[in-house]
């Protein structure tokens, strides 16, 4: 069903607060962390040959030699495994490893691994997407073998998608849609959704990148919920969110489009397009993006790469703003990190995204299509934000807060007027 443009504004706007959350909050943290060193001993080794084999029985998609690792007394987990590597068949893996993190229970017949999965798409990931897993193993055939007796999301780390049922797998020209639970149909459109996609974010953004996107399209919120650690409450009215780690230099886990079916479908085709255009924005300039990078700028970025081809007005684009600077009320700075925080005030937030996005097009029109990317790229080259913006913007636009604030206002004024 179609949605009138204020209305679709809205809701994309809560949406992408929540995506902003995700990123900022969850994705963040985990790059800053001090690494953990692999643990040593025997048992540590023993648990990673077994996991090995598992892998090997993943990228062979053999049954027997995936069972075969498997505790022989836990019947009802390896109905589940065994329904799970089904669920995986036709998904196109071009790698499936193991590391043990950590092992605790070492001397006993009963241990617990604390192992990071890590696997690729073929022809879509350039680095590994990674999960935490907890893994209990048992040891049996009188101390001579260990077998996986229990295997799920380590605390505070989503599930999988394959975990909560088979995966249909729709091929488009630039984009893999992953589905669990949907008809093929719609997968097909949103693949072609998002074949669109890439071709506006490169025209948008020229740095090289991988120009394709993976797609998750679980079966319901709640499914989505799961994918993302998080209540489902957070999305009931979220049309998409993006994961990925930021500042990753081509070296940081993959991104994945995640969208909520019943909040994406509510949307028109204007309103798809511009959803999957913004996401998939965020996937392509993520090696640029770091800490430093305010949320104004990200956000603000990937609505212009969005709405740079869509035939709306500047008023069409930004309701909220416009009606706030229609009747006085001009804001006196640039949208705060804050501002993006997900609430109960649907305008002011709408109001931040349309601020950023009205900064960027500010940007593009006074200094350039190139400085606009070039100043991305300069605030997102430092580590944490104090000094980044301001001095991106000395040295590449040749402006300061101040005075670009003051310019950004009078835009306002000229757009929305």
């Given at each position: 069903m179609a949605v009138r443009t204020q209305d679709a504004r809205r809701e994309r706007t809560r949406r992408r607060s929540t995506a902003g959350a995700v990123l900022a909050a969850l994705l963040i943290a985990p790059a800053c962390a001090a690494p953990r060193e692999a643990p040593t001993g025997i048992t540590a080794q023993e648990v990673g040959a077994t996991l090995e084999r598992r892998a090997a029985a993943v990228m062979g998609h053999d049954t027997a030699a995936y069972l075969a690792a498997l505790d022989p007394r836990a019947a009802s987990f390896r109905a589940a495994q065994s329904a799970e590597l089904r669920n995986l068949a036709d998904v196109p893996l071009e790698s499936w490893a193991y590391e043990v993190k950590d092992v605790t229970g070492e001397g006993g017949d009963r241990v617990t691994a604390e192992v990071e999965l890590r696997y690729r798409i073929k022809g879509y990931d350039k680095a590994p997407m990674s999960s935490s897993r907890t893994v209990e193993l048992v040891r049996r055939d009188d101390g001579r073998t260990w077998y996986i007796s229990a295997d799920r999301a380590a605390d505070g780390a989503p599930g999988q998608l394959w975990e909560q049922g088979d995966v249909d797998v729709v091929r488009g020209t630039h984009s893999l849609v992953l589905g669990v639970g949907r008809q093929a149909a719609e997968l097909r459109r949103i693949a072609a959704t998002a074949d669109?996609?890439?071709?506006a974010v490169t025209g948008a953004w020229p740095e090289p990148w991988g120009e394709r996107v993976v797609v998750i399209v679980p079966e319901s919120v709640e499914d989505m919920a799961g994918l993302l650690d998080s209540p489902a409450a957070s999305y009931r009215g979220i049309a998409a969110v993006t994961t990925g780690e930021v500042g990753g230099g081509g070296r940081a886990p993959a991104d994945r489009?995640?969208?909520n079916p019943q909040a994406y479908g509510m949307l028109g085709d204007f309103g798809q397009r511009v959803v999957l255009t913004h996401e998939t924005t965020h996937v392509a300039t993520r090696a640029h993006t770091s800490a430093a990078t305010p949320v104004w700028l990200s956000e603000g970025f990937a609505d212009r790469a969005a709405y740079r081809q869509e035939s709306r007005t500047a008023p069409e684009v930004a309701p909220e703003l416009a009606e706030a600077v229609r009747s006085g009320d001009l804001p006196a700075r640039l949208p705060s990190d804050e501002d993006f925080g997900f609430?109960?005030?649907?305008?002011?937030?709408?109001?931040?995204?349309?601020?950023?996005?009205?900064?960027?097009?500010?940007?593009?029109?006074?200094?350039g299509e190139e400085e606009l990317i070039a100043f991305y790229k300069a605030v997102g080259s430092r580590s944490e934000r104090d000094g980044a913006v301001e001095q991106a913007m000395h040295t590449v636009l040749g402006t300061t807060p101040q005075d670009f604030t003051a310019r950004w206002r009078e835009?306002?004024?000229?757009?929305?007027g």
């Amino acid at each position: 069903m179609a949605v009138r443009t204020q209305d679709a504004r809205r809701e994309r706007t809560r949406r992408r607060s929540t995506a902003g959350a995700v990123l900022a909050a969850l994705l963040i943290a985990p790059a800053c962390a001090a690494p953990r060193e692999a643990p040593t001993g025997i048992t540590a080794q023993e648990v990673g040959a077994t996991l090995e084999r598992r892998a090997a029985a993943v990228m062979g998609h053999d049954t027997a030699a995936y069972l075969a690792a498997l505790d022989p007394r836990a019947a009802s987990f390896r109905a589940a495994q065994s329904a799970e590597l089904r669920n995986l068949a036709d998904v196109p893996l071009e790698s499936w490893a193991y590391e043990v993190k950590d092992v605790t229970g070492e001397g006993g017949d009963r241990v617990t691994a604390e192992v990071e999965l890590r696997y690729r798409i073929k022809g879509y990931d350039k680095a590994p997407m990674s999960s935490s897993r907890t893994v209990e193993l048992v040891r049996r055939d009188d101390g001579r073998t260990w077998y996986i007796s229990a295997d799920r999301a380590a605390d505070g780390a989503p599930g999988q998608l394959w975990e909560q049922g088979d995966v249909d797998v729709v091929r488009g020209t630039h984009s893999l849609v992953l589905g669990v639970g949907r008809q093929a149909a719609e997968l097909r459109r949103i693949a072609a959704t998002a074949d669109a996609a890439v071709p506006a974010v490169t025209g948008a953004w020229p740095e090289p990148w991988g120009e394709r996107v993976v797609v998750i399209v679980p079966e319901s919120v709640e499914d989505m919920a799961g994918l993302l650690d998080s209540p489902a409450a957070s999305y009931r009215g979220i049309a998409a969110v993006t994961t990925g780690e930021v500042g990753g230099g081509g070296r940081a886990p993959a991104d994945r489009v995640i969208v909520n079916p019943q909040a994406y479908g509510m949307l028109g085709d204007f309103g798809q397009r511009v959803v999957l255009t913004h996401e998939t924005t965020h996937v392509a300039t993520r090696a640029h993006t770091s800490a430093a990078t305010p949320v104004w700028l990200s956000e603000g970025f990937a609505d212009r790469a969005a709405y740079r081809q869509e035939s709306r007005t500047a008023p069409e684009v930004a309701p909220e703003l416009a009606e706030a600077v229609r009747s006085g009320d001009l804001p006196a700075r640039l949208p705060s990190d804050e501002d993006f925080g997900f609430g109960e005030d649907a305008a002011k937030l709408s109001r931040a995204y349309e601020g950023g996005w009205l900064a960027c097009e500010l940007i593009a029109r006074d200094w350039g299509e190139e400085e606009l990317i070039a100043f991305y790229k300069a605030v997102g080259s430092r580590s944490e934000r104090d000094g980044a913006v301001e001095q991106a913007m000395h040295t590449v636009l040749g402006t300061t807060p101040q005075d670009f604030t003051a310019r950004w206002r009078e835009y306002l004024r000229a757009r929305l007027g």
